[in-house]
């Protein structure tokens, strides 16, 4: 029912509904971060707890810039009262350590991929361009390493090309690659995102 409502009445109040049952749901990592990064992208983001969550899932995850992005965007917001303050900071000084880490490799990205022999490699460079925001870049990536094949985890790479392309401005695209991704569970929220597209 309440994808129903998504379908027709896409608020910010029914998505906080239907993710944070899925949120609550899911064991999988790479699940989670796409259904965190989708509560961004459709305003669901609203309390403490889930910008230090996200942000530390995605720092542990290889996404430290992001993980920065996000912590500094709630912090900016004035999410944080009172003791939630300090946890916030202690978030953000763990994700900008390691950002600064992901910063430092940028600069030889694109020699990187160029030299890149294994459908992983290439991955890898797609997930730091898109932890850099760079998702046009990423998404570039991302279709070379599929094309390469031999992923250790291809619905990982399907679904942060759906979401690389989706926050590109590229939805039709995006939406071919939520469909190409297999596992029924990672297919459900790949589903969220293209009703997200519509």
């Known amino acids: 029912a309440l994808e129903q409502l998504l379908k027709y009445y ?20 790479d699940e ?6 989708l509560a961004e992208d459709v305003g669901a983001l609203t309390k403490p707890r889930q910008y230090t969550d996200m942000s ?17 965007k709630g912090i900016a917001a004035g999410v944080f ?13 763990s ?21 890149a022999r294994t459908g992983d490699e290439m991955h890898s460079v797609g997930r730091l361009y898109f932890s850099a925001g ?14 390469k094949g031999g992923l250790s985890d291809v619905d990982a790479a399907d679904m942060l090309l759906g979401i690389a392309l989706s926050r590109d401005g590229k939805t039709a ?8 991704v297999k596992d029924p569970k990672f297919a459900e ?10």
């Open 173 to 180: 695209d995006a939406n071919k690659a939520f469909a190409a």
């Open 56 to 72: 530390q899932a995605l720092v542990v995850a290889g996404f430290a810039i992001e993980g920065q992005r996000v912590i500094e």
């Open 134 to 147: 760079e998702y046009s870049k990423a998404a570039d990536a991302l279709r070379k390493a599929l094309a």
């Open 81 to 93: 009262q009172g003791e939630e303050v300090a946890r916030a900071q202690r978030t953000l000084d």
């Open 95 to 115: 994700a900008k350590r390691r950002a600064d880490v992901e910063r430092k490799d940028l600069p030889q990205a694109a020699a990187k991929l160029a030299a």
């Open 189 to 198: 929220v790949a589903k969220l995102w293209v009703l997200k597209g519509r």
């Open 32 to 37: 989670l971060l796409s259904l965190y990064r």
């Open 10 to 29: 896409p608020s910010a109040d029914t998505w906080q509904r239907v993710l944070d049952g899925y949120i609550s749901k899911t064991k999988h990592d």
